[in-house]
T-cell receptor, first 113, second 111 residues
């Protein structure tokens, strides 16, 4: 079954404590990305990756890091989380080319206190 | 990606047909039109995609006029479970493109 898997699904952490949200896809997709979703602001792209070792900033990259060392994995790293990073996070993947579709993970609820 | 404009919200009743229109005046020749559905606390899910005229699948129909400057997602005989946010995306998804979701249309279905 085609899947994008995120972990953890729910996390409460404290300000400044580094955390990593993992994302893995089993569809051999080239493109992966991270979004955050906040009430009234819709889905905003944080970072995206076109392939292994190729990443670029989305619309709201501040406070986040990513890496793409393997094609299937695209972890999101919060080096020093702050309360304004409390949000619902989605990882997504797709193939390259035209007319393709995006597959999303189930989301990760992150609360920074 | 072309900028899209959708209604912020819509209401309807069970059993009705719902049509959600998306405007995309700056659509490019190679752009596709794709609609996604998102339930609360879940990731968006692909519904339908088209390039021109009409596309139909088991979930919805997509109507695209000849000038392609707008598109209409049609949901036949909606039920309570169709209550969700619907996003219209327009683009080619080229290798360097970001994927930008607008605010979507919040559809509420009543009994």
């Amino acid at each position: 079954e085609a899947q994008v898997t995120q972990n953890p699904r729910y996390l409460i952490t404290v300000t400044g404590k580094k955390l990593t949200v993992t994302c893995s896809q089993n569809m051999n997709h080239e493109y992966m990305s991270w979004y955050r979703q906040d009430p009234g602001l819709g889905l905003r792209q944080i970072y995206y990756s076109m392939n292994v070792e190729v990443t670029d900033k989305g619309d709201v990259p501040e406070g986040y890091k990513v890496s793409r060392k393997e094609k299937r994995n695209f972890p999101l790293i919060l080096e020093s989380p702050s309360p304004n990073q409390t949000s619902l996070y989605f990882c997504a993947s797709r193939t390259g080319g035209t007319g393709n579709t995006i597959y999303f993970g189930e989301g990760s609820w992150l609360t920074v206190v | 990606l072309a900028k899209t404009t959708q209604p912020i919200s819509m209401d309807s009743y069970e059993g009705q047909e719902v049509n959600i229109t998306c405007s995309h005046n700056n659509i490019a020749t190679n752009d596709y039109i794709t609609w996604y559905q998102q339930f609360p606390s879940q990731g968006p899910r692909f519904i339908i995609q088209g390039y021109k005229t009409k596309v139909t699948n088991e979930v919805a129909s997509l109507f695209i006029p000849a000038d392609r400057k707008s598109s209409t997602l049609s949901l036949p005989r909606v039920s309570l479970s169709d209550t969700a946010v619907y996003y219209c995306l327009v683009g080619v998804y080229s290798s360097a493109s970001k994927i930008i979701f607008g605010s979507g249309t919040r559809l509420s279905i009543r009994p």
